[in-house]
């Protein structure tokens, strides 16, 4: 099976950097996915790592580290609209499927 | 126009009643799949589909049933609602031919069960 961890709440202020762990447990690693999700709405693709170290996209960055079971997505220069609930999900070979975990809500305050 | 569509985005409904989600994609892919999100569990993988011909149950399947009418349609079906049914529902698309296998989420349906 797979077990994702993330933790469930941060507050930063506009304008700054905030960092969202997810730490996994799985056989036959095959990729991390990040989504956004605002209140309400579907969840949307930020990023995917299958190999260590750091993928950049705009204000976006996400690292993994395999051998960790572990990835972090970072998000710099804050925006009001950068609150939403953060997911990470892991793909598995033979498990045809994703596991998501159960997302980090980040709420950004002026 | 939505790449992925999902019909109705709000339903309310009482419980014993047989409910319809629909869900209609433009993107092209062969993968199709149902989700079902309650606060605090995340999102729960209820049924897939690789192909027109491939049904594949996920992690909660129990009291849903879903059909692929064509490469485009997957719809999921609640025979019997019941209130621990009341969910946001979400249908998602992905195309393994690319590599990543990205999984792009509809709007989703808000469903009430009274």
């Known amino acids: 099976g797979q077990n994702i961890d993330q933790p469930t709440e941060m507050t930063a202020t506009e304008g700054a950097i905030v960092q969202i762990n997810c730490t996994y447990q799985t056989s036959g690693f095959n990729g991390l996915f990040w989504y956004q999700q605002h209140a309400g709405e579907a969840p949307t693709f930020l990023s995917y790592n299958v190999l260590d170290g750091l993928e950049e996209k705009g204000r976006f960055s996400s690292f993994l580290s395999r051998s960790k079971g572990y990835s972090y997505l970072l998000l710099k220069e804050l925006q009001m609209k950068d609150s939403a609930s953060y997911l990470c999900?892991?793909?598995?070979?033979?498990?045809?499927?994703?596991?998501f975990g159960k997302g980090n809500q980040v709420v950004v305050i002026p | 126009d939505a790449d992925v569509t999902q019909t109705p985005r709000n339903r309310i409904t009482k419980t014993g009643k047989r409910i319809m989600l629909e869900c209609s994609q433009t993107?092209?892919?062969?993968?199709m799949y149902w989700y079902r999100q309650d606060p605090g569990l995340g999102l729960r993988l209820i049924y897939y589909s690789f192909d027109v011909k491939d049904i594949n149950k996920g992690e909660i399947s129990d009291g849903y049933s879903v059909s692929r009418q064509a490469q485009a349609k997957f719809s999921l079906s609640l025979e019997s609602a019941i209130p621990n049914q009341t969910a946001l529902y979400f249908c998602?698309?992905?195309?393994?031919?690319?590599?990543?296998?990205?999984?792009?989420f509809g709007p989703g349906t808000r469903l009430t069960v009274l």
């Open positions: 993107k092209g892919h062969d993968r």
């Open positions: 998602a698309t992905s195309d393994q031919d690319r590599g990543t296998d990205t999984q792009y």
């Open positions: 999900a892991v793909s598995s070979y033979g498990n045809n499927r994703l596991a």
